[in-house]
């Protein structure tokens, strides 16, 4: 019905708090059955535009569009399609676990002949099953988040939006979160996810924004990403103690394209690392350890952003 | 003891800042609540004649009433102090675990804990009192010692309590304490009204509890009536509850936060 | 603002609901702190009434002598409709809306704000009429309902439940930490004692006398004290209507001001 027509569509969309600007005038379209994700540090913007695009939070100013719908006239029925897992669980502490899906299927308005099965399935799939009659309250953290992302799936939604979801969870519960995601996404269902993990946004994502300071830094796949912003190696040079402080970077001047430093170790970027580490060699410079390795995510971050992605 | 009084210069501090609401409802609860009933019911009674006045003992209703709801006002913040800020201190704010984990034992933290609870009581009791006498329903210099023996009363409630609450994982029974035990007694232990109008085995009921021990030595002492032997057996009484109270949560305390 | 929440009303009653079906729930695993909330003015009552009734005797209500505990009865039900929905929609609402953050949820579903003040106004209407009819009940067993009037006692009792929730809601929305709650507090003790409550307004001195004739509470004993004992006349309109403003007025103001928490 809707066509190929953007399920998110923002024009110069803008948050303030205030004097304060999260969301600085960003441009965002995501097509149905995509898998979309941001990047981007701490305070950057990203959960203030994704709980905008849940209808929970009015821009500031600047054009929102979701599902076609307008979220300041139409916020319960877009509500009704979308799915949410925010940063900070928000579960119901005062019901049990399987209560907690019950109720919020409720909110849907589902029967309850419908949400019993659903909620049995996902309480089966997130390995909270046996926990079904527990208060919430005692669950560990991981739990709770698995409480949360299972919360999201109940009515179903066409749109589903993850903020930061696999933190927290073991190795485990993320493989088999990303496999379920996977599967969904090949169901029909779009994806509008944030994260911290490289591996998580190469592995999910088809197309991706690393916003920094409310605006949007770069866009693209991840492959592309790395393509346009950084070169195809990395070399890592690290020192013993408090020798990085007093080096001259001027003498690396010359090796591959760029050099970032960071508080533990230098960045090399260069096509071809071996080469690079030859080059330094000599010049005199005698790191402690030395790492060629391809580039990722991360540098792309790094070169975009000068932080790193993990703080 | 000197370890203990960390734990209670921690609340004093802490509380620094909500000082002046608890000052307010300090000095207003007892003007509102005698203003209240004492002027307004108070009038109603007196006003009946003699048969009002010769079950009061022959004093004013206000006068009457005073020691009681001193009594009374003392219990409920001893039971107040004892149940959520309790639980607060071991699951929310869990400055309980903070400050056993420096080198005050559980049993520092715990007579620490009874001892701000004793500032709070002493204080407001004072308040209290000196509400009453502005209103002119003292008659004895022996209203002094009602606030030890309001802090008596409240204490015979709290460090029982306070060990309670220690053994609580869940703070489901809170309400139920509050509801059916701290709330009738507040309203059938002769604080409002002499126990003669109660039925004969409500009578009896009423003086098991601490709380009729201690609205009992109040109207003693606010009213210049006291008969050492009642007033000795009074606090006996109290003190039975209070060491009790000690005792237990000593263990109570040990076990949740040492276990 | 208020024609959008009787839109909404009309609309979202059914939304609403679902929020009241979630209390519902979570009732079962508190029935009995729940079920407690009767006995309270039952505990005022049989203190008041059979310690204090005896030393009192009679009372004046309009020129009759009434007993009172007659007297005092109808009072307690007002107190209780009061403080029932004042609890529901300051300690237990401000402990979902800040510190439990239940809303926060609820609003990432079809569920909007409006639900939300509609739905808990409802919830301690529904909690607060199931205390009332028990307590009414509790009045016509001990013999303290003097007028076929009474009949309209159960919803008067829930207007004066609807005044002070929507006033609750509205306080609770402003308020920035637990102490301010304490505050509130010390302001709902002295209405709970001066209100006409405990001793008719006769024995106050003048001055009082005006500004306890200001306070909700007042309209609201006023209301079903004339019910329950047959005095009914046209002032009672003026009761109705001061509790209905004050409603509606707090439903307004706190869907307004619940948005701005909630939707950051
Ligand atoms: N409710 C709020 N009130 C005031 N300021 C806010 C609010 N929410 C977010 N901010 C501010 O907006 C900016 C962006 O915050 P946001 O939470 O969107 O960042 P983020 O990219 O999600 O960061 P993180 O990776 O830490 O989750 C921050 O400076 C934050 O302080
Ligand atoms: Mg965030």
């Not at chain 1, 790395?226 to 010359?254: C, K, N, P, T, Y």
């Not at chain 2, 009038?43 to 009433?65: E, N």
């Amino acid at each position: 019905m809707d066509g190929a027509a953007p399920l998110v569509h923002a024009r110069g969309l803008t948050k303030r708090f205030g004097k304060a600007t999260a969301v600085d005038g960003i441009d965002v379209d995501v097509a149905p059955g995509e898998a979309f994700g941001f990047l981007g540090p701490n305070g950057a913007g990203k959960s203030s535009t994704m709980r905008m695009i849940g209808c929970t939070s009015p821009p500031t100013s600047g054009t929102l569009r979701i599902l076609g719908l307008d979220p300041a006239a139409d916020g319960p029925r877009i509500r009704a399609r979308l799915g949410v897992v925010p940063q900070q669980d928000t579960l119901d502490t005062e019901l049990t676990v399987f209560e907690n899906l019950l109720v919020y299927g409720r909110y849907f308005d589902l029967p309850r002949g419908v949400i019993r099965p659903r909620a049995a399935e996902l309480l089966a799939f997130f390995q909270l099953a046996e926990r079904a009659g527990e208060r919430v309250e005692p669950l560990s953290g991981g739990m709770k988040r698995r409480l949360t992302i299972a919360r999201a799936l109940i009515n179903e939604p066409q749109l589903l939006l993850l903020d930061e979801p696999t933190t927290g969870l073991d190795p485990q519960a993320r493989h088999a979160l990303w496999e379920r995601l996977y599967r969904l996404k090949q169901q029909g269902t779009t994806l509008v996810l944030t994260t911290h993990y490289m591996d998580e946004a190469e592995q999910l994502c088809d197309r991706l924004v690393v916003m920094d300071g409310g605006r949007i830094a770069a866009e693209g796949s991840p492959g592309e990403l790395i393509r346009r912003h950084v070169s195809r190696e990395v070399l890592e040079l690290r020192f013993a103690d408090g020798v990085q402080d007093h080096l001259d970077l001027g003498v690396l001047a010359g090796i591959g394209d760029r050099v970032e430093a960071l508080p533990d170790r230098l960045l090399l970027y260069a096509d071809d690392g071996d080469a690079a580490a030859a080059a330094v060699h000599d010049r005199g410079v005698r790191p402690a350890s030395l790492l060629a390795r391809r580039s990722t995510l991360e540098d792309v971050f790094l070169s975009l952003t000068g932080r790193t992605l993990v703080d | 003891m000197h370890a203990a009084l960390r734990q209670t210069e921690h609340e004093l501090l802490k509380h620094r800042q909500v000082w002046r609401t608890s000052l307010a409802s300090w000095f207003l609860t007892p003007l509102l609540f005698l203003g209240s009933l004492g002027l307004g019911i108070g009038q109603a009674i007196d006003r009946s004649g003699a048969a009002g006045t010769a079950a009061l003992g022959g004093v004013r209703y206000l006068a009457f009433l005073a020691p009681g709801l001193l009594a009374a006002t003392a219990m409920q913040v001893g039971a107040g102090e004892s149940l959520w800020s309790v639980q607060g201190g071991f699951k929310w704010h869990r400055f309980f675990h903070a400050s056993a984990a420096t080198p005050l034992r559980p049993t520092d933290v715990f007579l620490g804990w009874m001892t701000w609870i004793t500032i709070r009581l002493v204080l407001s009791a004072t308040a209290f009192v000196a509400v009453a006498a502005l209103l002119g329903a003292v008659r004895s210099p022996l209203a002094l010692l009602a606030v030890p023996a309001a802090a008596l009363t409240g204490l015979a409630f709290a460090a029982p309590l306070t060990a309670f609450t220690a053994t609580c994982q869940q703070e489901s029974t809170f309400p139920l304490i509050m509801r059916f035990g701290v709330m009738p007694l507040f309203l059938f232990s002769g604080a409002f009204f002499p126990l003669s109008q109660l039925p004969a085995t409500l009578q009896a009921v009423a003086q098991a509890t601490p709380l009729w021990h201690g609205v009992d030595l109040c109207r003693a002492l606010m009213l210049g009536t006291v008969d050492l032997g009642s007033a000795l057996i009074h606090v006996a009484v109290l003190a039975l509850f209070i060491v009790g109270g000690l005792a237990w949560g000593t263990s109570t305390f040990t076990r949740r936060l040492a276990p | 603002m208020i024609a959008s929440l009787v839109a909404s009303s009309a609309l979202g009653g059914r939304r609403a609901a679902r929020l009241f079906e979630r209390n519902l729930l979570v009732t079962r695993h508190i029935w009995l702190v729940v079920a407690a909330g009767f006995f309270e003015p039952l505990f005022y009552l049989l203190s008041l009434g059979i310690g204090i009734g005896d030393l009192v005797g009679q009372v004046e209500v309009d020129g009759r002598l009434v007993d009172y505990r007659a007297f005092v009865a109808p009072a307690m039900l007002a107190a209780s409709a009061m403080n029932g929905a004042v609890f529901d929609t300051t300690f237990n609402f401000y402990y979902k809306l800040r510190f439990a953050r239940t809303y926060d949820a609820v609003v990432s579903t079809p569920l909007g704000v409006d639900d939300v003040a509609l739905g808990e106004t409802l919830w301690a209407l529904a909690r607060g009429g199931v205390y009332a009819a028990a307590f009414l009940l509790v009045m016509v067993v001990m013999g303290l309902i003097g007028s076929a009037w009474a009949v309209l006692a159960l919803p008067a009792a829930l207007l004066i439940g609807f005044a002070f929730a929507g006033a609750g809601l509205a306080c609770t929305s402003f308020l920035r930490s637990w102490q301010d709650l304490d505050v509130l507090q010390l302001a709902i003790l002295p209405m709970f004692l001066f209100s006409g409550t405990f001793a008719p307004l006769a024995a106050y001195p003048a001055g009082l006398r005006w500004v306890v004739q200001a306070t909700p509470l007042y309209h609201g004993v006023e209301l079903l004290r004339s019910l329950c004992t047959g005095a009914v006349g046209v002032s009672l309109a003026g009761h109705v209507l001061y509790l209905t403003t004050m409603g509606v007025v707090g439903l307004a103001v706190a869907g307004r001001r619940i948005g701005r928490v909630l939707l950051a």
